[in-house]
């Protein structure tokens, strides 16, 4: 069975900063496409963040610059640092895995509000 487990979220200001991980079960972890979705109030999830099993990178939008996603295989772990953050960055975020035959796995989620 996967279990991916977010942590790292919480209350930050404005302009801080704040790294989310993402442990993941399983033994495919290496192969798995890994990604961060967010999920604001009235809004739907939307993709952060990707990297690939190869370690190819890729951002929406709204917060390339400001955060990075990176993964260590060893440890079966996926993390998001989030610098810069805006109250417009506040949502639930989720880790989510992506199987080479396809397999879709989500968390649970992880909140992160950002005051002004």
């Known amino acids: 069975q996967v279990q991916l487990v977010e942590s790292g979220g919480g209350l930050v200001q404005a302009g801080g900063s704040l790294r989310l991980s993402c442990a993941a079960s399983?033994?495919?972890?290496?192969?798995?496409?890994m990604g961060w979705y967010r999920q604001a109030p009235g809004k739907q999830r939307e993709l952060v963040a990707r990297?690939?099993?190869?370690?190819?990178?890729s951002y929406a939008g709204s917060v390339k610059g400001r955060f990075t996603i990176s993964r260590d295989n060893a440890k079966k772990t996926v993390s998001l640092q989030m610098n810069s953050l805006k109250p417009e960055d506040t949502a639930v975020y989720y880790c989510?895995?992506?199987?080479?035959?396809?397999?879709?796995?989500w968390g649970q989620g992880t909140q992160v509000t950002v005051s002004s």
């Open positions: 990297i690939t099993s190869g370690g190819s990178t």
């Open positions: 989510n895995s992506v199987w080479p035959l396809g397999a879709v796995y």
């Open positions: 399983g033994s495919s972890f290496s192969s798995n496409t």
